[in-house]
């Protein structure tokens, strides 16, 4: 069990500083003005700033990834970015990441992604707190992006919430506000605050509602951020998770608690316990047929686990069940156990195939769907069964395990967005030529060769 000692009181007004004052611009994070190209697959729409009272008062571009292949969509995939431009310039690549497009394709889901164009030292509650706007520039996007796309659904799908910091205190905020709408929502390093705090007085506590208590929540801080080391900038923000965390247990709510035991602030390793936990509330509670209510979580298959700690049992075997934090069902508990203690979540599928491998030119190209569980870590090359390179030659990630796409503090694509390509050397063969995927575990995938077009 990890031991802290805290005045939660003393520090509370300390995780709210840092909520608003998020970690600056990052290597190869671009300004506001450079976005990926948004052709279909993708859409986007923005919004310049409103001087009207309640509306948003930043600009914000809102991209959307929808399967080619769907014809209604069954949900919406929403991944948040943090406060402070850094990382509200990371948002616009959050629509690219082939990983949590897997989510999204699994489902018949969209993959949204917004970027507020928040100046470093504003106050960025006023876009992390829903109700200053955010909500309402929100829904406009989606029923404009319905009407781009020609998925007028999108202006009514439910949605499942992933967000990190000042995103994660918007998804929680959302989920509070549109439970209705909310199949579950992942809050990594913040939360929405419950009760007024005389210090911040700006900041507004949200209610709790019943029908909140019904949507499954993990709370998933880093434990550099004061669960076993108290002190340094990030130090606050474990209280105030253990506040919500404790105020929603008590009362029975369906919240999770996943330490990651590697990380400070960053987001680290946490898509491989993420996505998971997601496609497991996903299973459950989309409808059958688009637009109908959510399904209710089931409970007959629950376990607890340690609040911050590494056991899990079933729940009618756990000791002292009111004191411990819920997991939908034994899958998900066995990735969690391995996830709190070193992240390495166990994966023993290989990933898909490459598709569509073809030369143009002096170039081999290529496209391919990333692994579920385990992502996309990068791409053998071989030629008449030879290895000759992978793509990239070295897979980068200073915040996780190598991605072939790297990874941004706030878990999205560096730019410029990775291509799937091999340039053939001078001189080199044209012909004989195999692609291979290789998950972030190492798993390859069956070998795909060059398939003349028409």
Request: charged content about 20%.
């Amino acid at each position: 069990m990890r031991k802290n000692k805290f005045d939660a009181h003393q520090v509370y007004w300390l995780w709210c500083a840092v909520v608003l004052t998020q970690v600056p611009a990052r290597a190869q994070q671009p300004p506001f003005d450079v976005y990926p190209p948004a052709e279909p697959p993708y859409y986007r729409v923005r919004y310049e700033a409103s001087t009207k009272p309640g509306e948003l008062i930043f600009p914000v571009n809102y991209t959307i990834w929808i399967p080619a292949e769907v014809e209604t969509l069954r949900g919406i995939v929403v991944h948040q970015h943090g406060c402070g431009e850094g990382s509200c310039s990371s948002g616009l690549s959050g629509a690219y990441d082939l990983h949590w497009q897997a989510l999204a394709r699994k489902h018949n889901c969209a993959l949204f992604a917004p970027a507020y164009e928040q100046p470093q030292k504003a106050d960025c509650q006023m876009w992390c707190d829903p109700r200053n706007g955010s909500a309402k520039a929100f829904q406009r996007g989606l029923e404009d992006l319905g009407d781009l796309s020609g998925h007028p659904e999108l202006g009514y799908l439910p949605w499942t919430l992933w967000g990190h910091s000042g995103g994660g205190h918007w998804a929680g905020g959302m989920t509070l506000l549109f439970p209705e709408r909310t199949i579950a929502s992942w809050l990594r390093s913040g939360v929405p605050l419950l009760e007024e705090n005389p210090k911040r007085p700006q900041i507004k506590p949200h209610d709790l509602p019943e029908t909140a208590l019904a949507i499954p929540i993990m709370c998933n801080p880093g434990t550099q951020e004061g669960v076993t080391v108290t002190t340094g900038k990030f130090k606050g923000v474990w209280p105030v998770n253990l506040a919500f965390i404790e105020a929603v247990r008590k009362r029975d709510g369906l919240l999770g608690v996943a330490v990651d035991p590697l990380t400070s602030h960053e987001c680290g390793n946490q898509r491989y316990m993420a996505i998971p936990w997601l496609d497991a509330c996903l299973n459950a509670r989309l409808p059958d047929e688009t637009g109908k209510p959510l399904k209710p979580m089931p409970r007959s298959d629950a376990w607890l686990a340690e609040i911050a700690g590494f056991k899990a049992w079933p729940a009618h075997e756990a000791p002292n069940s009111e004191t411990r934090a819920w997991l939908p069902n034994e899958t998900i508990a066995k990735k969690w156990m391995q996830y709190v203690k070193d992240t390495a979540v166990v994966d023993t599928t290989p990933p898909p195939s490459p598709t569509d491998v073809h030369r143009e030119g002096d170039r081999i190209v290529w496209n391919c769907k990333a692994d579920l569980e385990s992502g996309l870590s990068h791409f053998i090359v071989k030629r008449t069964g030879k290895r000759i390179t992978t793509v990239p030659e070295k897979p980068e990630n200073k915040f996780g395990r190598p991605l072939f796409q790297n990874l941004l503090y706030s878990d999205t694509p560096t730019q410029p967005l990775a291509k799937m390509e091999f340039m053939i050397p001078k001189g080199a063969p044209l012909s004989g030529y195999q692609i291979i995927a290789v998950n972030t575990v190492g798993l390859e995938s069956q070998p795909a060769r060059i398939q003349p077009r028409p």
